[in-house]
């Protein structure tokens, strides 16, 4: 049947694994323990405005028990590979996984106060950083205003909850994972919301980032393709094939299809480059006795490497230096792009730059990451803006 095409994507996190959460214990022994844990969490988000019952918030502690119980998980499975000389690789990207903004931990196995996101920061990481792909997906729906406007639906969370159902009246539709993997049943219980479309509803399926998903059979991301088997689905990546994304290759098998990197640059799609490599006397650290340590803690004994910095350690004094080294490489007249390890990292790279540059411009170097918002978002247009051909002076 002649419904549709979904685009799913870009940039997806595939936050969900096909698993059994097996949440209540058998031992009943253990169960006032994980009634208290229930209790709880219905003790802080009762008192959030507009919750009048249980009902209100039964998705949110829903989807926080769930990425608790992934988290683990994925460790478990990261440990026994080790024990038998296999790499791991996890679903969900470091900067999102449990470990890293809810439960984040010191050295010595503490909690860290001072890590873990609350409040504001909190909010702005759930709003901006775990929901960040949908602005990605708006971008992809963007790309397709030369087809009439009642053509395109976006498959939007909040327009479901707001209908009760999911869009149908389109011809091409975009959404991401994690909204396929939302949703509720009739009776109001958390339910993949992918099944309200038939299975031979689109006819073509396009997944951008075809490489951030795992396609084994514990993977909630192959559960979808499965679904929609009957329609002709295109796996789209840029990233070369390699242990990480091994499952996706035999999951779509080899390319039908190879756009180098030389012919996208002969084509003048995207820019020639030249790789320079900057090497410093602290590529690797151990903390000695005699280092001061001005915030948090390090593990004695430790070697941190260059995966490790601006992550889970920081040296200001090495990062000033390689930024002295980057700007005295580049053109200050050219737009530039500088990609950084975390958000708090292109916070301090911006500052850095701010400090060095030639330019007068206040906004010379800006930050634009999930955090920085509709401001963000601008600075971002002004970039992209090809009458501008260099930043402001």
């Not at 097996?22 to 008192?47: A, E, G, T």
């Amino acid at each position: 049947m002649m419904e549709g095409i979904l685009a799913i994507g870009p940039g997806c996190l595939f936050l969900f694994c096909n698993v059994e959460l097996d949440i209540y214990p058998h031992n009943s022994q253990r169960k006032p323990i994980f009634q208290q844990i229930f209790k709880n969490i219905d003790d802080v988000l009762w008192k959030e405005a507009g919750c009048s019952s249980e009902l209100d918030y039964t998705e949110q502690s829903s989807w926080m028990l769930f990425l608790k119980y992934l988290d683990d998980l994925e460790r478990e499975r990261a440990m026994k590979a080790e024990l038998v000389g296999k790499s791991y690789g996890f679903i969900i990207d470091s900067q999102f996984q449990w470990s890293q903004w809810a439960a984040p931990k010191k050295a010595n196995g503490d909690f860290d106060h001072d890590t873990a996101l609350t409040g504001d920061d909190l909010i702005n990481f759930v709003d901006r950083g775990l929901a960040d792909r949908n602005i990605l997906a708006d971008q992809a729906f963007n790309a397709f205003s030369a087809f009439p406007e009642d053509a395109l639906v976006r498959i939007a969370p909040d327009e479901i909850r707001k209908k009760g159902r999911v869009p149908k009246n389109g011809s091409i539709f975009f959404t991401i994972f994690q909204t396929f993997m939302s949703g509720q049943d009739a009776a109001g219980n958390p339910a993949p919301s992918f099944g309200d479309y038939p299975p031979d509803f689109f006819d073509f399926i396009i997944i951008d980032e075809c490489h951030r998903g795992g396609a084994n059979d514990e993977s909630s991301w192959c559960g979808i393709m499965e679904y929609f088997s009957p329609a002709v689905q295109l796996g789209l990546t840029a990233t070369p094939k390699r242990k990480g994304n091994t499952d996706t290759y035999a999951y779509f098998g080899d390319p039908v299809y190879i756009y180098s990197l030389k012919e996208g640059i002969n084509d003048g799609f995207l820019t020639p480059f030249k790789v320079n490599q900057i090497a410093t006397t602290l590529d690797d650290y151990i903390y000695t006795s005699d280092d001061r340590v001005l915030d948090g803690e390090v593990e004695p004994g430790k070697l941190y490497e260059e995966a490790d910095f601006n992550k889970i350690i920081e040296i200001k004094e090495r990062e000033a230096y390689r930024v002295k080294l980057f700007m005295g490489h580049i053109d200050q007249k050219q737009k530039t792009l500088v990609f950084c390890a975390t958000q708090i990292h292109a916070l301090a790279a911006r500052d850095l730059i701010n400090q060095i540059k030639t330019s007068s411009a206040p906004n010379y170097c800006v930050r634009v990451t999930a955090n920085d918002g509709a401001l963000g978002e601008q600075f971002l247009r002004t970039f992209q803006d090809n009458k501008r051909a260099s930043p402001p002076s």
